[in-house]
């Protein structure tokens, strides 16, 4: 299954610096901010999701839409490696709910790095 969209929440956000990051803004195009049912973790350098349906339980990001999904995801999965799997998730823009790719970590979250806000970004 090749969906169109995809969910980024951390080193692939806009203005991460990334290149990856770069490569993403330049190939396809911003939907807009979105968020999913999940729990964000500080890993360090980069950020980790793992699925929960807590009503409280929200991770903040951004949606693309991408212009050949194929090609793209293949460079991405190569990026973020064995520790994260790309499934299928809801997320929710303003405009509504889609289904959308999203790198979900396959580790045991850290005790106590889990970011409350679910933004990356902000890391509290």
């Known amino acids: ?7 980024v929440y951390g080193t ?9 990051a770069r490569l993403l803004e330049s190939q396809a195009r911003l939907v807009g901010n979105a ?3 999940g729990r964000i973790y500080n890993l360090g ?21 991408l212009t050949q999904p194929a090609a793209m995801l293949a460079k991405l999965d190569a990026y973020e490696g ?8 809801r997320v929710y823009l303003p405009s509504g ?10 580790g045991t979250p850290p005790e ?10 902000r890391r509290a």
């Open 12 to 20: 692939l956000r806009r203005g991460s610096g990334n290149r990856f």
């Open 45 to 65: 350098r980069y950020p980790g999701v793992t699925p929960s349906d807590g009503p409280g339980d929200w991770v903040r990001g951004e949606v693309f839409r």
């Open 1 to 7: 299954m090749i969906l169109p969209y995809l969910f």
């Open 112 to 121: 106590g790095r889990r970011i409350i806000s679910g933004e990356w970004i």
């Open 82 to 89: 064995p520790l994260f799997a790309r499934v299928p998730q």
């Open 35 to 37: 968020r999913m049912q």
């Open 97 to 106: 709910m889609h289904l959308a790719w999203v790198y979900l970590y396959k």
